[in-house]
């Protein structure tokens, strides 16, 4: 009898050594339970921000995009706008006349608006810029003509008449070569413009 009690007291040590040892063993699950989902929480927070990183530059890319374009439909408008002014004005006027009138081009390195000229320098496309300075040049020589030709009909009647042949073929050469040059520089160039926009948008 005087050792009845170490049987039970053994067992409830034995008991309280393997409650103890459970109560550490699930503190140390719960401890790598809750790194283990720390660690995933700084993972995807960190995937989180990498995506949202991407998608910030992404918009960002688009909105360049977006901005290019809107401000090379603008250049373009200006530039079809004095092309057209100045074509008209090319086709419409009699040399005599022609430079004198205000819409005439001053210089004839200055064909269109400087503006609208540099617009198309930053905005445009190499192609669209290639059939601008085609065009300006068949300008170019339309005006040339203008002045060799008001020079000849401000001249005296004499130097007129020993002119003439060369006058002629001057007139021949401005309506027969250099208008159709224009107008298919022209053209060319607008049509170019309209297929850029075109896939703009």
Known sequence: MAWDWVVPVAASGFGALVGVSGILASFKTSEKSRQHAENLAKERHRHELELAKQKSEHDLRLAREQRRQERQAVAYAEILKEVQRVSFWANASHPKEALDKDDAPKHLHLVTDPAADALLRTY??????????????????????????????????????????????????????????????????????????????
């Open 124 to 201: 445009g496309s190499n192609e669209v810029i290639d059939l601008f300075d085609t065009w300006r040049t068949s300008v170019q020589d339309i005006l040339k003509s203008f002045h060799l030709l008001k020079i000849d009909l401000n001249a005296d009647p004499v130097s007129r008449q020993l002119n003439g042949k060369q006058t002629s073929q001057e007139w021949s050469r401005l309506y027969n070569e250099l208008v159709p040059a224009e107008n298919t520089a022209k053209d060319t160039l607008t049509k170019r413009i309209q297929q850029e926009l075109q896939t703009v948008e």
